[in-house]
C-alpha cells in the first residue's frame, strides 16, 4: 500500500522558534497533500490543502503567514510553524490522497509529528 | 452547512460484535470512509464506500444507505485490539472530507 512518512515524529521546541515538519511520499507521487492539527480527545482539523507547484489553499481560520506550507515536489511537502506558542501545541498530521483506482480519493495517513512548545 | 455525528464512546465485550453509527449531511456527495485511530497514532484507513450497500472486509465491515445519508461500521469477533477511535468522515462535492469527532470504542474482557 501506499506509504507516507513525517519528520520529525515528536519535537520541542521555546517558544517564538520555528518548527519545520515533512511530510513524503514514499511510494507514490502525491500531487495533493493535507495538514491536519488535532488536539487532544478531539477529531482530525484540516489546516490546508497542499498542491504541488502552487500555493496552498488554507481553511478559514488558519494563519497562512503562520503556518507556512510549501509542495516543492511530487514526493514533499512541508510544514513549518513560525514564531511557535504554547497554543500551537499539538498532534500535526499529514496525508496524501492517492491517485487513480475507482476514484475512490483515498488518503494515507503519516504517522504524525507531536510538537510541544514551551 | 456540513455535519457528521457518531457517538462519542462506545464499550463492548472481547468477542462480541459491535456496530458504529455515523449520520452525515454534505454539500454534495462522493463516499463515505471508515478510519481507525488508536492513540496517540495517526489514523488508518478501514473502509470506503460510495454505493448503497454493505462492504466486507474481513472481521469488519462497511454499510452506506446516500438516501438516508447513514453509515455504520461493523466489527465483529472483537479483540482487545479493536480498542481504539473510529472516525467516520464523508467527502463532499469538492472532494474534500469532512470529519466526525470519532467514537472510542473500549473493549473489555
Known amino acids: 500500500g501506499a506509504v507516507v512518512s513525517q519528520h520529525p515524529s515528536w519535537v520541542i521546541c521555546k517558544s517564538g522558534t520555528s518548527v519545520k515538519i515533512e511530510c513524503r511520499s514514499l511510494?507514490?507521487?502525491?500531487?495533493?497533500m493535507f495538514w491536519y492539527r488535532q488536539f487532544p480527545k478531539q477529531s482530525l482539523m484540516l489546516m490546508a490543502t497542499?498542491?504541488?507547484?502552487?500555493?496552498?489553499?488554507?481553511e478559514q481560520g488558519v494563519e497562512k503567514d503562520k503556518f507556512l506550507i510549501n509542495h516543492a515536489s511530487l514526493t514533499l511537502s512541508t510544514l513549518t510553524v513560525t514564531s511557535a506558542h504554547p497554543e500551537d501545541s499539538s498532534f500535526y498530521i499529514c496525508?496524501?490522497?492517492?491517485?487513480?483506482?475507482?476514484?475512490?480519493?483515498?488518503?494515507?495517513f503519516g504517522p504524525g509529528t507531536r510538537l510541544t512548545v514551551t | 452547512g456540513q455535519n457528521i455525528d457518531q457517538p462519542t464512546e462506545m464499550t463492548a465485550t472481547e468477542g462480541a460484535i459491535v456496530q458504529i453509527n455515523c449520520t452525515y449531511q454534505?454539500?454534495?456527495?462522493?463516499?463515505l470512509f471508515w478510519y481507525q485511530q488508536h492513540a496517540g497514532e495517526a489514523p488508518t484507513f478501514l473502509s470506503y464506500?460510495?454505493l448503497d450497500g454493505l462492504e466486507e472486509k474481513g472481521r469488519f465491515s462497511s454499510f452506506l444507505s446516500r438516501s438516508k445519508g447513514y453509515s455504520y461500521l461493523l466489527l465483529k469477533e472483537l479483540q482487545m485490539k479493536d480498542s481504539a477511535s473510529y472516525l467516520c468522515?464523508?467527502?463532499?462535492?469538492?472532494?474534500?472530507?469532512?470529519w466526525g469527532a470519532g467514537t472510542k470504542l473500549i473493549i473489555k474482557p
Open positions: 511510494d507514490f507521487q502525491a500531487t495533493t
Open positions: 468522515a464523508a467527502m463532499d462535492s469538492n472532494y474534500q472530507l469532512i
Open positions: 496525508s496524501a490522497r492517492v491517485p487513480g483506482t475507482g476514484d475512490s480519493y483515498e488518503q494515507y
Open positions: 497542499s498542491n504541488e507547484g502552487s500555493k496552498a489553499t488554507y
Open positions: 454534505t454539500s454534495g456527495f462522493n463516499g
Open positions: 464506500n460510495v
